[in-house]
Nanobody, 113 residues
Framework: QVQLVESGGGLVQAGGSLRLSCAAS????????MGWYRQAPGKLREWVAT???????NYRESVKGRFTISRDNAKNTVYLQMNSLKPEDTAVYYC???????WGQGTQVTVFA
């Protein structure tokens, strides 16, 4: 059974940093591009960043220069380093295996001013 388990969320003051992790079980990791999405209260889930199996990364405009997505294939883990956090980054963050459509349960990130 495939599982994606996020961790690393929390409460942080604006300008601070957090690093999210997403550990994948099963054999899906090496063959999937991995992505991070987020969903704020009352809003639709939105794409944040993607990293391909070739380590090519893309970001939504509002997080460029502040967030960095990376992956460690040996650990079956994808990371999202988030710096210079803003209150508008507050959301539940989800990781996903893009080809196979698996999702994690989400981790809450709350940024206060």
């Amino acid at each position: 059974q495939v599982q994606l388990v996020e961790s690393g969320g929390g409460l942080v003051q604006a300008g601070g940093s957090l690093r999210l992790s997403c550990a994948a079980s099963g054999s899906i990791f090496s063959i999937n591009a991995m992505g991070w999405y987020r969903q704020a209260p009352g809003k639709l889930r939105e794409w944040v960043a993607t990293i391909t199996t070739a380590n090519s990364a893309n970001y939504r405009e509002s997080v460029k220069g502040r967030f960095t997505i990376s992956r460690d294939n040996a650990k079956n883990t994808v990371y999202l380093q988030m710096n210079s956090l803003k209150p508008e980054d507050t959301a539940v963050y989800y990781c996903t295996a893009l080809r196979d459509g698996y999702w994690g349960q989400g981790t809450q990130v709350t940024v206060f001013a």
